[in-house]
């Protein structure tokens, strides 16, 4: 069973700067795809990058610029660096996980999550 977990959540203010890590484990297969999604209440939940085992990436037009995905494969870890926050990217960003070659931002292409980890950006 894919379990993630992610850290590094917090506040900050507008313009700084966070990084988010998950660390999979349970997984088997080298076509393994990793992503970042944010939720705020009241809306549906939102790709923001995605990654695969291979290196291709992709980033939600909204983020690209300020936010990269990046992996350690030996470390089965998914990081989201996040610069030149606004307080429009708060909410609850979640790392999900499956199986497979792309690398989509819907959250319907993947089947594992983790709990969750709150960004809250002050103006």
């Known amino acids: 069973q894919v379990q993630l977990v992610e850290s590094g959540g917090g506040s900050v203010q507008a313009g700084g700067s966070l990084r988010l890590s998950c660390v999979a484990s349970?997984?088997?297969?080298?076509?393994?795809?990793m992503g970042w999604f944010r939720q705020v209440p009241g809306k549906e939940r939102e790709g923001v990058a995605a990654?695969?085992?291979?290196?291709?990436?992709s980033h939600a037009d909204s983020v690209k610029g300020r936010f990269t995905i990046s992996q350690d494969n030996v470390k089965n870890t998914v990081y989201l660096q996040m610069n030149s926050l606004k307080p429009e990217d708060t909410a609850m960003y979640y790392c999900?996980?499956?199986?497979?070659?792309?690398?989509?931002?819907?959250?319907?292409?993947?089947?594992?999550w983790g709990q969750g980890t709150q960004v809250t950006v002050s103006s």
């Open positions: 349970g997984y088997s297969y080298s076509n393994f795809r």
């Open positions: 999900a996980a499956d199986y497979g070659w792309l690398v989509p931002l819907l959250p319907s292409d993947y089947t594992y």
């Open positions: 990654i695969h085992r291979n290196g291709r990436t």
